[in-house]
């Protein structure tokens, strides 16, 4: 937890850090736990996370932060971590395509709103994750 803050207190090009360091977190303690059902009571900010990487994905691609595939990536490594259904795997995978598709009809150019919007989903998503492992067993 210590480490998730410190993270936090870095700029904003080290807060995809701190989204990465939590998800390893919850990944290690979530793969451990049996499910009995497919739903979890943290699926909405789960589900809100992806959709946020989604929108980062796009939105760092086209303000030319040239990550390349970062943020598929961790949202593969997201998945991966959730060892669960195949239908399940689908719904988080939906969120961050809609996250991607919803900011790339609004967005075609790199703007300052644009800018705004990273820096904002920035915060969100460490704030989720934050949330998350607090959650954690």
């Not at 303690?29 to 589900?47: C, E, F, I």
């Not at 932060?65 to 970062?70: I, R």
């Amino acid at each position: 937890m210590l480490a998730v803050r410190t993270l936090r207190a870095f700029s904003c090009c080290h807060a995809r850090l701190a989204v990465v360091v939590a998800w390893m977190v919850i990944a290690s303690g979530v793969a451990s736990v049996v499910r009995a059902q497919d739903a979890k009571p943290y699926d909405d900010q789960l589900m809100r996370l992806s959709e946020i990487l989604g929108a980062v994905h796009y939105l760092r691609e086209l303000c030319s932060a040239n990550d390349g595939q970062l943020w598929r990536d961790h949202m593969r490594t997201l998945i991966d971590a959730e060892t669960a259904s195949a239908q399940r795997k689908a719904r988080i995978t939906r969120s961050f395509n809609q996250g991607y598709r919803n900011y790339s009809r609004t967005y075609t150019t790199c703007t300052p709103s644009a800018q705004t919007a990273i820096d904002r989903f920035m915060t969100e998503a460490v704030e989720i994750s934050e949330a998350l492992v607090e959650k954690a067993p």
